[in-house]
């Protein structure tokens, strides 16, 4: 098959997943209301402000009657921020190693005083002519797409620079303040991350104290959202499809993201778009060439650098730790506690992923070999932790409440534990679980189970209803096991891969024998049969993969393991 019949193939594919998965309700923009009371109330306060000017800049002969401010001072026209998107952009502070473990945002930039917002009035009118050119689009945009990316970015700039200037004059506490990542544009665009994809515009994050100044380069562990511009407004299906495309990039090199945002820009239609595990979420268009579409995009902008960071998509109980070289990570270990307390945590540390969330939708499976061992000092370029462990990390399918799913890992590798602790004649090998249990964060104050109910706080009950019902509800899990395995292609010969598969054959059939659990089929009272569609899709046995109502036996599991 030819390349350009592949790229079809392809193509046709993402369309298709598109469709299948893509909702719109517009309520998918109030995720990003921050949790915090003090900064909620801040970013209504910034959003009628910079609205306000905004609207002075681009329709500066135009009477405003809006004399309100929204509760902050008005400032003279020589304290409105620079916008400039072309002046001396500040390099990329990382060290260049793109490795996965090394997959933390190193866009901080020199942190300081507050930004003194003079301003140069002929860069003023360059910039706010390109954006008022962006903003008077009513049809397809009529120059070529990349012409649309620097008004874009200016006026991301613009808003970003007055909400750095109005939260350092606020009265939040510092405490507050710190909670808060200001978002801003990637310079060079249209470059190719991982040498095989291009994008069109990228935002990245920096401390609310750093001076707001886009890098020139960001790699894809680096980037907060991805636009996807398009000169024509009837060209959203293909904006979407590929903003599809490369956000599955985004999860493969997070380890840390739980879901990821990103933005299609068509002609002056602007939409946010949320993928989560089960579903890709758009909001209606944000029309900039009207009062209220502008409003909502700045609103929007402002939202994302107050919110906290876990609104963003990241997991704060993964955290990449910059002085050592490694990542610490949070393993709970409370399944059966549905209280709001944070319950037993244990922390572990690695540098390694052996597997990779590289798919957009599912359970986005992450392992990762680690240690209990905190290391003393910085590991040394391209140096691995010595694991002890392995960590499996998953949004897999759940009940609401954790005491009522039936269908449960970590209760399932408990049971197999208590079995085999004092009763293993047979010397069985199976999987050790440590700890394990329902990943939790605190967020506003109070600690939050990670789950699709928490993704999707704020939206609508309708939209609510539609991705956290009975088939599509997942719970953010994390198992912790030992001993560590060797993968299959490490055997040597064809005597010793029979031997291996033996022994794993043997464990399948003493865990249902002494356990009563059938692989990926957990049952009670030995019945040992279910009818819903459960495992991996690539190795199921055709009885899990058709749903069908025949008794489940070992068989299934050797049928399983020769796919």
Same mark, same amino acid.
């Given at each position: 098959? *030819?390349?350009?019949?592949?790229?079809?193939?392809?193509?046709?594919?993402?369309? @298709?997943?598109?469709?299948?998965?893509?909702?719109?309700?517009?309520?998918?923009?109030?995720?990003?209301?921050?949790? !915090?009371?003090?900064?909620?109330?801040?970013?209504?306060?910034?959003?009628?402000?910079?609205?306000?000017? /905004?609207?002075?800049?681009? !329709?500066?002969?135009?009477?405003?009657?809006? =004399?309100?401010?929204?509760?902050?001072?008005?400032?003279?026209?020589?304290?409105?921020? #620079?916008?400039?998107?072309?002046?001396?952009?500040?390099?990329? &502070?990382? *060290?260049?190693?793109?490795?996965?473990?090394?997959?933390?945002?190193?866009?901080?930039?020199?942190?300081?005083?507050?930004?003194?917002?003079?301003?140069?009035?002929?860069?003023?009118?360059?910039?706010?002519?390109?954006?008022?050119?962006?903003?008077?689009?009513?049809?397809?945009?009529?120059?070529?797409?990349?012409?649309?990316?620097?008004?874009?970015?200016?006026?991301?700039?613009?808003?970003?620079?007055?909400?750095?200037?109005?939260?350092?004059?606020?009265?939040?506490?510092?405490?507050?303040?710190?909670?808060?990542?200001?978002?801003?544009?990637?310079?060079?665009?249209?470059?190719?991350?991982? %040498?095989?994809? $291009?994008?069109?515009?990228?935002?990245?994050?920096?401390?609310?104290?750093?001076?707001?100044? /886009?890098?020139?380069?960001?790699?894809?562990?680096?980037?907060?959202?991805?636009?996807?511009?398009?000169?024509?407004?009837?060209?959203?299906?293909?904006?979407?499809?590929?903003?599809?495309?490369?956000?599955?990039?985004?999860?493969?090199?997070?380890? !840390?993201?739980?879901?990821?945002?990103?933005?299609?820009?068509? &002609?002056?239609?602007? @939409?946010?778009?949320?993928?989560?595990?089960?579903?890709?979420?758009?909001?209606?268009?944000?029309?900039?060439?009207?009062?209220?579409?502008?409003?909502?995009?700045?609103?929007?902008?402002?939202?994302?650098?107050?919110?906290?960071?876990?609104?963003?998509?990241?997991?704060?109980?993964?955290?990449?730790?910059?002085?050592?070289?490694?990542?610490?990570?949070?393993?709970?270990?409370?399944?059966?506690?549905? %209280?709001? @307390?944070?319950?037993?945590?244990?922390?572990?540390?690695?540098? #390694?992923?052996?597997?990779?969330?590289? $798919?957009?939708?599912?359970?986005?499976?992450?392992?990762?070999?680690?240690?209990?061992?905190?290391?003393?000092?910085?590991?040394?370029?391209?140096?691995?932790?010595?694991?002890?462990?392995?960590?499996?990390?998953?949004?897999?399918?759940?009940?609401?409440?954790?005491?009522?799913?039936?269908?449960?890992?970590?209760?399932?590798?408990?049971?197999?534990?208590?079995?085999?602790?004092?009763?293993?004649?047979?010397?069985?090998?199976?999987?050790?679980?440590?700890?394990?249990?329902? +990943?939790?964060?605190?967020?506003?104050?109070?600690?939050?189970?990670?789950?699709?109910?928490?993704?999707?706080?704020?939206? *609508?009950?309708?939209?609510?209803?539609? +991705?956290? *019902?009975?088939?599509?509800?997942? &719970?953010?899990?994390?198992?912790?096991?030992?001993?560590?395995?060797?993968?299959?292609?490490?055997?040597?010969?064809?005597?010793?891969?029979?031997?291996?598969?033996?022994?794993?054959?043997?464990?399948?059939?003493?865990?249902?024998?002494?356990? =009563?659990?059938?692989?990926?089929?957990?049952?009670?009272?030995?019945?040992?049969?279910?009818?819903? /569609?459960?495992?991996?899709?690539?190795?199921?046995?055709?009885?899990?993969?058709?749903?069908?109502?025949?008794?489940?036996?070992?068989?299934?599991?050797?049928?399983?393991?020769?796919?």
């Amino acid at each position: 098959m *030819s390349c350009e019949a592949l790229a079809e193939e392809r193509r046709a594919k993402i369309l @298709r997943l598109y469709s299948e998965r893509h909702i719109v309700d517009d309520s998918i923009r109030d995720i990003t209301r921050p949790a !915090n009371a003090a900064l909620r109330h801040l970013a209504v306060k910034i959003t009628d402000w910079v609205a306000k000017k /905004m609207e002075q800049l681009l !329709n500066p002969k135009s009477p405003n009657k809006d =004399k309100t401010d929204g509760g902050i001072a008005t400032r003279t026209r020589s304290r409105i921020a #620079n916008t400039s998107t072309s002046g001396a952009a500040t390099k990329l &502070a990382a *060290s260049g190693d793109t490795s996965l473990a090394q997959g933390v945002s190193n866009l901080t930039i020199s942190p300081g005083k507050p930004t003194q917002l003079g301003i140069d009035d002929a860069q003023l009118a360059t910039d706010f002519g390109k954006i008022k050119r962006w903003t008077q689009t009513k049809d397809d945009y009529d120059r070529s797409e990349k012409d649309m990316y620097d008004p874009i970015r200016s006026f991301i700039t613009y808003v970003v620079r007055h909400v750095k200037d109005r939260l350092s004059l606020s009265s939040v506490s510092e405490e507050v303040r710190g909670e808060c990542h200001l978002i801003h544009p990637v310079e060079i665009t249209d470059y190719k991350p991982d %040498d095989s994809t $291009r994008i069109d515009i990228g935002l990245a994050n920096t401390k609310y104290n750093a001076a707001i100044e /886009m890098c020139f380069r960001a790699s894809y562990y680096q980037l907060r959202a991805i636009f996807e511009v398009k000169k024509c407004k009837d060209d959203v299906d293909e904006a979407f499809a590929q903003l599809h495309e490369y956000t599955r990039q985004m999860f493969a090199e997070q380890h !840390n993201l739980r879901f990821a945002l990103g933005f299609t820009v068509c &002609a002056g239609d602007v @939409r946010l778009c949320h993928f989560g595990p089960s579903k890709a979420v758009s909001s209606e268009p944000m029309d900039v060439g009207t009062r209220e579409g502008r409003r909502a995009f700045i609103e929007l902008l402002i939202n994302m650098s107050l919110c906290d960071s876990s609104q963003l998509g990241r997991d704060p109980t993964m955290r990449y730790l910059s002085e050592l070289r490694c990542w610490q990570i949070d393993c709970p270990d409370d399944d059966d506690d549905d %209280d709001g @307390r944070s319950g037993k945590v244990a922390q572990y540390y690695f540098t #390694n992923a052996i597997c990779i969330a590289d $798919r957009l939708f599912g359970r986005h499976t992450r392992c990762f070999l680690a240690t209990e061992s905190r290391p003393t000092k910085q590991l040394e370029e391209g140096q691995s932790l010595e694991a002890t462990v392995v960590i499996k990390d998953a949004f897999a399918f759940a009940k609401p409440i954790a005491s009522e799913d039936d269908r449960d890992e970590v209760k399932t590798l408990k049971k197999i534990r208590e079995t085999f602790h004092d009763n293993n004649p047979d010397d069985i090998l199976y999987p050790k679980i440590v700890v394990g249990g329902r +990943v939790k964060f605190k967020r506003g104050g109070q600690f939050v189970k990670d789950n699709t109910s928490t993704i999707y706080e704020g939206v *609508s009950k309708e939209l609510l209803a539609i +991705v956290s *019902s009975d088939s599509l509800f997942r &719970a953010h899990r994390r198992i912790v096991m030992e001993s560590i395995g060797e993968p299959l292609r490490t055997v040597k010969t064809a005597k010793e891969f029979v031997a291996v598969i033996c022994d794993a054959m043997q464990c399948h059939y003493a865990i249902l024998d002494k356990c =009563k659990i059938l692989h990926r089929d957990i049952s009670k009272d030995k019945k040992d049969v279910r009818g819903e /569609m459960t495992g991996t899709f690539p190795f199921m046995s055709l009885n899990n993969l058709t749903c069908s109502n025949v008794k489940r036996t070992s068989l299934d599991d050797w049928e399983s393991v020769v796919y």
